[in-house]
């Protein structure tokens, strides 16, 4: 039994930690190299960034809508600006209060939905105001928007005349059909009003006119549609939807062909934009889409690290992060995980070494298809999967409420190799949440991988403090006679940080566990 407290390893492990000069930190591992061209790139483990998980926004949105069936139970304020500072702003608590059509409350119901949500509580107001008003609207995935707008669609449909009405624009195919699948469901005990869909695929004959009143499709075919096919007459389009406009600006075309089916239509259109973020570029193009706009905006929650415990370990190479890795994989487990790399191949390499280890781990990866995506994605969060390997950009958005543990085995950088704060942020951010305690471990494998903890450190400064722990076995146990050296301490100290734990529960839990019972300082 070990008869050192835990407080007086901590002290030795410390002051070992600030001698990190005669650590072995080999400076080849990580390092910027300008090309010819003078570019900067980046090379981490010695895979290029060209490596690197490309932001796909619209695979992305689509992921969201796939493994979301219920509404985010979002904490964002709401911020409104009216287009007419003077008027009443009103929002609603209730669908009964917005006078709905008796099929479509019905409609809403059997959808599931209560209550408006957040933004539904200040954009439907907006958006089945008369006279109709414009309405440029952020909103994160899971927040009720496209319902909200497929609401005002429908209000919007006299189902007695048999022509487009209201035409939805978005960024892709897959897209299209999800937004066309929520028109298809609030629509159900409305069967008068017809959806059509101008997507590639749906060939018409050339000369014939749409008889649906709802119309939904990319730009490109909306366009043809419009100006070649002449199967939709623009001037008689009473709404017009842009979903997705953040996804729109970053697809090559689709801004373009936005703006000139807008064009095309009457000036009393009642124009809707949609966005999940509002960039300076999102916002340009929303002005030029939208004329003399109501704005709703969410303001930025700001994420708090007071409950998160953060950690770094020092290492030579990338396999020796992986052996680090394995000796806390029993620690993480007990709760669950995430595990960030920065490029698939590194996350790919990764998740198949833990798994020959006999470390059960899921992959979330860029290569895989949107539903295999989902189905990761369901599965960790229903639990069946208690650690998941993934890049930055494939989990963005995807939010699991159980994680306690974020491994950056990889530190977060952007494109020229700098600290990327608000990933790390973003990153760590998943854990601690709702007041729950939560952990989070820096894996350091070179002088510049140092650096960049330390800037981090510096920017977060007056959210949290680091704390150093040295590679190295801190008490003599049973187990450090296994293949893998230890690096961290044992399993319990993970347990104390992540749960309210005493020393007497800690009694019964190194029962439980078959751990060698030990004093735990606070």
Known sequence: MATDSWALAVDEQEAAAESLGSLQIKENEEKVKTEANGTAKTEVDGEKVDDEEKEDRAAQSLLNKLIRSNLV?????????????????????SFEELRLKPQLLQGVYAMGFNRPSKIQENALPMMLAEPPQNLIA?????????????????????????????LCVSPTYELALQTGKVIEQMGKFYPEVKLEYAIRGNKLERGMKIQEQIVIGTPGTVLD?????????PKKIKVFVLDEADVMIATQGHQDQSIRIQRMLPKDCQMLLFSATFEDSVWKFAQRIVPDPNVIKLKREEETLDTIKQYYVLCNNKEEKFLALCNIYGAITIAQAMIFCHTRKTAGWLAGELSSEGHQVALLSGEMMVEQRAAVIERFREGKEKVLVTTNVCARGIDVEQVSVVINFDLPVDKDGNPDNETYLHRIGRTGRFGKRGLAINMVDSKQSMNILNRIQEHFSEFTQLLKYFPKPLYKTADNNCSIKKYFPPLQFFVFQLFEINNDTSIALAIFFGWKVMCCHK
């Open 73 to 93: 139970n979002t904490t964002n304020q709401v911020e409104v600006l009216q287009r007419d500072p003077n008027s009443p702003l009103y929002s609603v608590k």
């Open 225 to 233: 549609w419009c100006l070649k096919l002449k199967f939709i007459d």
């Open 138 to 166: 952020q909103s994160q995935s899971g927040t009720g928007k496209t319902a909200a707008f497929v609401l005002a669609m429908l209000s919007r449909v006299d189902p007695a005349n048999k022509w487009p009405q209201c």
